[in-house]
């Protein structure tokens, strides 16, 4: 099929990739099996958001968590450090990291007007990663 596609189009075979939009891809012949990962991106942005020395935790959120909805004036500072919190969250989410999808859902639905506590447990899924 390759060598159908390079007679159509001008293009030349890299092989087998072994990188795809940040993600990692290895390869084990001898199993068939493939390993996607997003470790160096989880790397950048723990360092991004000064997380890289920070404690583990067992969960995405902490047991029984429930986020009270903002009342007050939206700070812009604030609201653009969450959202990028929760976009970095949400492309790891989407990319390999099916296991937070919950929390990152539920902490995303506090963007337009996130409180400090809000980022505080958004930062709490990377200790959590």
Not at 6 to 12: A, H, L, N
Not at 62 to 82: C, I, M
Not at 110 to 123: G, I, V, Y
Request: net charge neutral.
């Amino acid at each position: 099929m390759k060598e159908k596609f390079m007679k159509v189009w001008e293009c030349r075979d890299l092989g087998a990739a072994k990188e795809n939009l940040g993600m990692e891809i290895q390869r084990n012949p001898s199993t068939g099996s493939l390993i996607v990962d997003q470790v160096k991106y989880l790397d950048k942005i723990l360092k991004c958001f000064d997380m890289q020395d920070c404690n583990p935790a067992n969960t995405p959120l902490p047991e029984k968590y429930d986020p009270v909805v903002s009342t007050g004036e939206s700070n812009s500072k604030l609201r653009s450090q969450y959202q990028s919190v929760i976009g970095s969250l949400l492309y790891l989410m989407l990319g390999t990291r099916p296991d937070i999808a919950f929390a990152v859902i539920k902490m995303s639905q506090f963007s337009a007007s996130p409180t400090e506590d809000h980022l505080n447990h958004a930062k709490y899924i990377f200790r959590y990663l």
